[in-house]
């Protein structure tokens, strides 16, 4: 079965996850509304057209920054959009309760534009319209591979159905005191390699497993 949940267990209900996915479900919902011409007026003015800032386009048609943070909400296709948001709503809520709703947000917008930014100056010439949230999904998932390195994944039943209430437990371990997250039958292995994004560097300041203060 394919993995729905994490073994890191949370206080809080991940509000800012939640309204994220469906800012992008709505968006894309919008985006097959449109007729096809209009569609491709619609991507040229809000998703990423490099050259449009740094090649030939930004002489005839600049844009502003704004696509630089629009086009984090758009996507491709039911595939793009399926696969990015059942990423964010696996790996998102353990980052969420962790840094708070406020920094949450801002974690995440920063690595969507970050990752804009650094397409458009690798291929500054481009003027095929890039989209998608993958970028901030990959900070995000840096985040969590430095927060929880020993996390496992879970494609079962939720033993109590509100595992994000429980705070984390810590257990003794040959003497030492740990607050590894519980691990729990059927799961999967995650990402152990720690900050592998740039953008993930910036949640290095919040390694302990311990509850911070909800922003």
Known sequence: MFPYHDSVARRYPPVIVWA???MNVLAFLYQISLPPRVLDRFLFEFALVPSRFFGELSLVAPSDWTPFLTNIFLHGGW???ILNMWTLWIFGPAVEDRLGPSRFTLFYLFCGVAAGLAHALAN???????LGASGAIA???GCYARMFPAATGQ???TPNGSEWRQPMKAKQTQGSQTNDPPTIERSFSVIRTGCFSPASAICCFKTSHEGSRRS
Request: a negative charge; glycine letters at 16%.
């Open 20 to 22: 994220v996915i469906g």
């Open 79 to 81: 595939l793009h959009l």
């Open 124 to 130: 500054p010439h481009s003027v095929v319209p890039a």
């Open 139 to 141: 900070g995000v998932i």
């Open 155 to 157: 494609s079962g039943e």
